[in-house]
């Protein structure tokens, strides 16, 4: 008989003769091993189990107070707390009284010397598709009209992205503290999918299609219903169930922080400098040298087409960066 084989079989021995041994050992009541399992000392383990984990939160705790994270012994911490509810409700009610006041001046609903009323929508259905060059009346007014709107928006985006990231994100040497003071905590372990075959193989076939449909709504926004904001958010829903299927390993391969900052910061930049460029030459009654096409065409409406795809790329990256944030604290 092989060497190996023989080991294997005495391994399968001594497991089997020690197995029976401790049930023996535990029907006479008198292996240290199972007095955990007795109903008359479970109390005693809670109580260990209890004091264990306040051990380890104090641990954290201490650690996480020298980065002003968490303090009840930080001066400065606790001179800002106090102040941060004052300035936050200062500002506020000054934001809301400017609010109020520009309302106020705002014309009535419905007037009839009202630009709105009359004049505003009657040039965007009757000179729309001439001026911009897009079918989609919708797309038109947003990203040629009211562009600098839609920026705007963008921004804000951009902006909630920032205030989720300085509220949730976790560093990486807290991370670090906190994995050296407790060397048996796996924190990765609770973000990471189960092997689900259903799930991975549902996403394998629907991610693509997804993905592929987000880029189309994308790509014809100017020409028929969709545009960057829809299949932005298409784009981000097809992210977020290869995350969950695959887990942040296998996602950050391709989409990471610096992919997140660097798809943002490009999409963002060429908006706003795309835009700056044909409002200044319409402004100043310069050509902009920038060709209508031919309306129904995918290479046509000037400059919608890239700020649809702008757009798209910072609503995508914005949807997905939430979600990482929640549930990770970071990408």
């Given amino acids: 008989m092989p060497t190996t084989k023989r080991k294997r079989l005495l391994r399968r021995e001594i497991n089997l003769s020690s197995k029976l041994e401790r049930l023996v050992n535990w029907i006479k009541e008198s292996h240290p091993d199972y007095v955990g399992d007795m109903s008359i000392h479970r109390v005693e ?12 939160e104090q641990r954290i705790r201490k650690l996480l107070s020298k980065k002003w994270v968490y303090s009840g012994s930080n001066p400065f911490f606790n001179l800002f707390n106090r102040a941060y509810g004052l300035i936050s409700t200062a500002f506020t009610i000054f934001f809301s009284m ?41 797309a038109g007014m947003i990203l040629d009209y009211r562009a600098f709107d839609t920026l705007g928006e963008s921004h804000v985006l951009f902006a909630a992205a920032i205030a989720v990231m300085v509220l949730l994100r976790v560093d990486r040497e807290s991370r670090n503290k906190v994995r050296i003071a407790m060397p048996d905590l796996e924190d990765d372990s609770m973000y990471m999918p189960d092997h689900d075959a259903v799930l991975q193989k549902m996403a394998l076939l629907l991610v693509p299609v997804i993905m592929m449909f987000g880029i189309y709504v994308v790509l014809n926004g100017h020409i028929s219903p969709g545009g960057g904001f829809s299949g932005g958010a298409i784009i981000g829903a097809a992210l977020m169930l290869y995350l969950n299927a695959y887990g942040f390993e296998k996602t950050e391969r391709f989409f990471n922080a610096k992919t997140y900052v660097r798809v943002s910061f490009c999409a963002l930049a060429f908006y706003a400098l795309a835009k700056c460029y044909a409002f200044f030459c319409g402004a100043n009654g310069l050509d902009s040298h920038i060709p209508k096409g031919i309306p129904g065409h995918i290479l046509s409406a000037g400059l919608i087409l890239p700020l649809d795809i702008a757009v798209g790329c910072v609503v995508a990256c914005t949807m997905y960066g939430f979600y990482a944030l929640f549930r990770k604290g970071g990408f």
């Avoid at 383990?45 to 380890?56: E, F, G």
């Avoid at 705002?106 to 000179?127: H, Q, W």
């Fill in 45 to 56: 383990t809670d109580k260990a189990r209890s004091n264990q984990v306040t051990r380890d």
């Fill in 98 to 138: 400017v609010l109020v006041i520009t309302v106020s001046y705002m014309p009535p609903t419905g007037e009839v010397f009202k630009p709105n009323d009359n004049e505003v929508s009657l040039r965007y259905i009757e000179n729309g598709l001439e001026e911009t060059g897009a079918v989609n009346m919708v």
